[in-house]
């Protein structure tokens, strides 16, 4: 039997490190979608220019992980799955954000037991999202 590891913060947004740590993971995974060619179809479903889906998931990760919700303050509602109806996503785009942040996790030095559970959160959201079969 696993024993799971006991947070001595009372939010995921503060076990991260808060707004300076949210940030700091939300740049490597667009950069890291920049850099590697493994999350190729990932950065095409994005369009030339990142800036304002780098703000739009800080803002959306702060409140998520139990922040401040500047996500729903400027924009409403997140509908997630109603929002990224315009972009094709399937296995392979589910598999790759995935990924991409578990990589960006690891290189921003997430602490292991958040880690792994952002990471099952994230894999069952963005399969969620997807509205494609493969």
Same mark, same amino acid.
């Given at each position: 039997?696993?024993?799971?590891?006991?947070?001595?913060?009372?939010?995921?947004?503060?076990?991260?490190?808060?707004?300076?740590?949210?940030?700091?993971?939300?740049?490597?995974?667009?950069?890291?979608?920049?850099?590697?060619? #493994?999350?190729?179809? &990932? %950065?095409?479903? $994005?369009? +030339?220019?990142?800036?304002?889906?780098? =703000? !739009?998931?800080?803002?959306?990760?702060?409140?998520?992980?139990?922040?401040?919700?500047?996500?729903?303050?400027?924009? #409403?509602?997140?509908? &997630? %799955?109603?929002? $990224?109806? +315009?972009?094709?996503?399937?296995?392979? =785009? !589910?598999?790759?954000?995935?990924?991409?942040?578990?990589?960006?996790?690891?290189?921003?030095?997430?602490?292991?037991?958040?880690?792994?559970? &952002?990471?099952?959160?994230?894999?069952?959201?963005?399969?969620?999202?997807?509205?494609?079969?493969?």
């Amino acid at each position: 039997m696993q024993i799971e590891e006991k947070s001595p913060f009372d939010t995921p947004f503060e076990w991260i490190g808060g707004e300076p740590r949210v940030k700091l993971l939300v740049d490597r995974f667009y950069d890291l979608m920049d850099l590697e060619p #493994g999350y190729a179809e &990932l %950065r095409a479903a $994005h369009g +030339p220019e990142l800036a304002n889906a780098r =703000e !739009r998931l800080f803002m959306f990760l702060c409140g998520w992980l139990g922040g401040p919700d500047y996500y729903v303050e400027k924009h #409403g509602h997140p509908r &997630l %799955r109603m929002r $990224h109806m +315009p972009f094709s996503i399937g296995i392979k =785009e !589910r598999d790759q954000w995935v990924a991409c942040m578990d990589q960006a996790m690891g290189e921003t030095e997430v602490p292991e037991g958040l880690r792994t559970r &952002l990471k099952n959160s994230f894999f069952q959201t963005a399969d969620w999202m997807r509205n494609k079969g493969v």
